[in-house]
T-cell receptor, first 111, second 108 residues
Framework: SQTIHQWPATLVQPVGSPLSLECTVE??????LYWYRQAAGRGLQLLFY??????ISSEVPQNLSASRPQDRQFILSSKKLLLSDSGFYLC??????????FGSGTRLTVV | GIQVEQSPPDLILQEGANSTLRCNFS?????LQWFHQNPWGQLINLFY???GTKQNGRLSATTVATERYSLLYISSSQTTDSGVYFC??????????FGKGTRLSVIA
């Protein structure tokens, strides 16, 4: 069966420090991969999505970047965190239109 | 882009009560999903329902695509139903766009 792993679960980082969040999917090939952010406990905002290795689409211009170095690995990064980067980051994958599966999320607090 | 509006934003129910959550969207879609986010943040897919009606236990959903809305029905609510319910839509192969959610609190 397919599973999605996301880590770390929580992270507290100082302003100006770098960030790397990792998401991996098991049990499937060539999934569509997504990074969403949820601020203030409400709506999810799409940050990046990828339909294949090295193919990244950015939805919101910001302080973050994404990479897909392997088929089932999706990484969210920042060189210098801002206070406004705090939030709940969720990775998801899908093979079809209706098969979105989310990871357990990373709660990031920038201090 | 597509706009998604959910109502009500917050809902408090007594255990055993029924409720209806609404999702309006601004454009034609070929993908509509309902999700439940539990208090620990985990998002669970409830329904894929771009049109028609589906039922799963105490939950059911109806989408009227021509009128651009979807409804999620929760019957005989339980405390474990608490959390945030999201409607998300997409068209073509675009990623899902989420509404702001309805926060449901079921009180024993």
């Amino acid at each position: 069966s397919q599973t999605i792993h996301q880590w770390p679960a929580t992270l507290v980082q100082p302003v100006g420090s770098p960030l790397s969040l990792e998401c991996t999917v098991e049990g499937t090939s060539n999934p569509n991969l997504y990074w969403y952010r949820q601020a203030a406990g409400r709506g999810l905002q799409l940050l990046f999505y990828s339909v294949g290795i090295g193919q990244i689409s950015s939805e919101v211009p910001q302080n973050l970047s994404a990479s897909r170095p392997q088929d089932r690995q999706f990484i969210l990064s920042s060189k210098k965190l801002l206070l406004s980067d705090s939030g709940f980051y969720l990775c998801a994958w899908s093979l079809t239109l209706y098969g979105y599966t989310f990871g357990s999320g990373t709660r990031l607090t920038v201090v | 882009g597509i706009q998604v509006e959910q109502s009500p934003p917050d809902l408090i129910l007594q255990e055993g009560a029924n409720s209806t959550l609404r999702c309006n969207f601004s454009d034609s879609v070929n993908n509509l999903q309902w999700f439940h986010q539990n208090p620990w943040g985990q998002l669970i897919n409830l329904f894929y329902i771009p049109s028609g009606t589906k039922q799963n236990g105490r939950l059911s959903a109806t989408t009227v695509a021509t009128e651009r809305y979807s409804l999620l029905y929760i019957s005989s609510s339980q405390t474990t139903d608490s959390g945030v319910y999201f409607c998300a839509v997409g068209s073509g192969n675009t990623p899902l766009v989420f509404g702001k959610g309805t926060r449901l609190s079921v009180i024993a």
